[in-house]
């Protein structure tokens, strides 16, 4: 099996890999925070990374892609109410992200996917790819794991709301041989202020309004859904998909011959 570890191996290695043209370096992004009284504060980032070296090993043998050292801390400042959360500041978050790429892009790993594994990091990383794009000459995405499972299928497993330390993260966090309490389950749905347009549910339909949520204004518990219904078949099924579609995006980026479109690189601001 082809090491996919960067972490593992040696500086000779990574050239080597890199001089064959397997330049796909995958950097694992997440948090420690809160998920209710079943789940660890590790659940965004481990569940992260354990699903990118599935995929990673099942692609290894062609692609040879690396895996990045996960980045276990996020911009976690919604769950400081609850013990055991860990914040850093949103720039923070984007300059050690950025940094870290353009290590990558300068030993010639061209194709980054950061593969954001925490909501609360959606703003960091978009700054972050639109920088990276700004001042680098690679080709740069940002993926969530859930783009790649089929709505179809989320319906079938899963009822709403989706939210945080819900049925999704529990059932996956089952599949993944993460910690899990069962016996200490919370099921918590509350109301957003303005019902109609702040719907504090991934899955729900527009219109929404983007409101600054902060966790302990609306659950004692740190859960928003139902993860009693939660089983690791479920999040076998779940996870099973991710990886599916995930190798299959990994495949269409290593054929893609990808060179700076416009040539010159500008930069607005100094």
Not at 105 to 134: C, M, P, S
Not at 137 to 162: N, R, S, Y
Request: hydrophobic fraction near 40%; include cysteine; glycine fraction near 8%.
């Amino acid at each position: 099996m082809e090491q996919i570890l960067l972490a593992k191996m040696t500086w000779e290695e990574v050239a080597e890999r890199i001089k064959g043209g397997y330049n796909i370096a995958i950097v694992p992004t997440g948090a420690i925070e809160q998920h209710g009284p079943m789940l660890p504060l590790d659940v965004d980032i481990h569940n992260c990374y354990e699903i990118i070296l599935k995929t990673a090993e099942r692609v290894a043998k062609d692609m040879k892609p690396v895996v990045v050292p996960p980045l276990w801390f996020g911009y976690s400042w919604h769950f400081m109410d609850f013990p055991g959360t860990i914040t850093l500041k949103e720039q923070t978050f984007t300059n050690v992200v950025v940094e870290v790429c353009k290590s990558l892009i300068h030993h010639g790993f061209k194709k980054i996917v950061i593969v954001d594994g925490h909501g609360g990091n959606h703003g960091a990383l978009h700054e972050a790819r639109y920088r990276l794009k700004e001042e680098t000459d690679a080709f740069v995405v940002v993926v969530g794991l859930g783009t790649f499972v089929p709505a179809d299928l989320v319906k079938e497993l899963f009822k709403p709301p989706i939210h945080h330390a819900d049925e999704v993260e529990t059932a996956t966090s089952l599949a993944l041989g993460n910690v899990v309490h069962m016996d200490r389950v919370v099921d918590e749905v509350p109301k957003g202020p303005l019902p109609k347009y702040i719907k504090f549910d991934y899955s729900a339909p527009p219109p929404k309004v983007l409101y600054p949520l902060r966790m302990k204004e609306w659950t004692k518990s740190g859960s928003w859904g139902y993860p009693s219904r939660a089983t690791k078949e479920m999040g076998e099924k779940y996870v099973e998909a991710i990886v599916n579609g995930f190798a299959e995006f990994l495949r269409e980026l290593k054929a893609l011959d990808w060179k700076e479109r416009l040539g010159n690189k500008y930069r607005y601001f100094e």
